[in-house]
């Protein structure tokens, strides 16, 4: 099939649509929709083998992400780190976890190649809480302890699996996910992978009940069918 006689170039096509006024509409929301297909990725690809992340504060300017230093200043020791090495502290919130992430301080080389590593320490019966990530898919292994893990889709479908050490499981890009601790007395330990240089987290609970400013009183009653003394005693719990 001769695809030029049976279709309109794109400018054809335009030409034709100019005294529409729908079909002008429609040609714009394509175009936009289009350029935001195109930016919805992520992070954008390197364009370059390496860009070592610039840590000097302040900076000179702002980008998405860090500046590169010279790269005829590079070395080794910009592409490793020991950051993931030692224990994190599980004492530090209420529900006994620890996330220690590798970023652009402390391996410098990471900058601008779309991806993240962290060492998340769960105490016994402790729980890392529902909580998304709007940049980043995620793939945990399990390297010590006995883990339930789960997310939650769009449909309100809940995924759970049990995992033993060597074993993983793959959280989706921005969906509710939850790592727990199955045993109450013995430490836990997950590697994760994220497809992001700042992948983000926003726990579910906190971001909800301890915003700042908070979210209306009569929008939380309403969404979760709670009483004000219901609100009250949440937010007072989460903030403590």
């Given at each position: 099939?001769?695809?030029?006689s049976?279709?309109l ?5 335009k ?22 297909m ?8 390197p ?19 860090k ?29 006994g976890?620890?996330?220690?992430l ?7 080389g ?20 529902p909580?998304?990530?709007p ?31 060597g ?14 601790n199955?045993d109450?007395?013995?430490?836990a ?36 069918q ?5 609100l ?5 719990n989460?903030?403590?």
């Amino acid at each position: 099939m001769n695809l030029n006689s049976h279709s309109l170039s794109f400018s054809q096509q335009k030409s034709n649509m100019s005294g529409n006024p729908y079909s002008s509409f429609l040609l714009h929301l394509f175009l936009c929709l289009s350029v935001l297909m195109v930016r919805a990725k992520s992070d954008p690809d390197p364009i370059q083998d390496y860009c070592i992340a610039d840590n000097r504060s302040p900076q000179p300017f702002f980008i998405n992400g860090k500046p590169c230093i010279d790269p005829n200043q590079a070395s080794s020791s910009h592409f490793v780190t020991s950051a993931l090495s030692k224990p994190g502290n599980t004492k530090t919130n209420r529900y006994g976890y620890n996330a220690t992430l590798t970023n652009t301080v402390n391996l410098p080389g990471l900058n601008t190649l779309g991806l993240t590593l962290a060492r998340i320490d769960i105490a016994g019966n402790g729980l890392y809480p529902p909580h998304s990530h709007p940049r980043a898919s995620e793939v945990t292994t399990c390297l010590k302890g006995i883990l339930l893990v789960g997310f939650v889709d769009t449909s309100n479908r809940l995924f759970t699996q049990q995992l033993k050490p060597g074993e993983s499981f793959v959280f989706p890009r921005g969906l509710i996910h939850f790592i727990y601790n199955i045993d109450s007395l013995g430490p836990a330990m997950t590697l994760s992978g994220l497809s992001s240089q700042n992948p983000g987290t926003q726990i579910a609970s906190l971001a909800t009940f301890t915003s700042n400013p908070p979210i209306p009183d009569f929008i939380m009653k309403k969404a979760f069918q709670i009483s004000d003394s219901d609100l009250a005693k949440i937010r007072k719990n989460l903030a403590d």
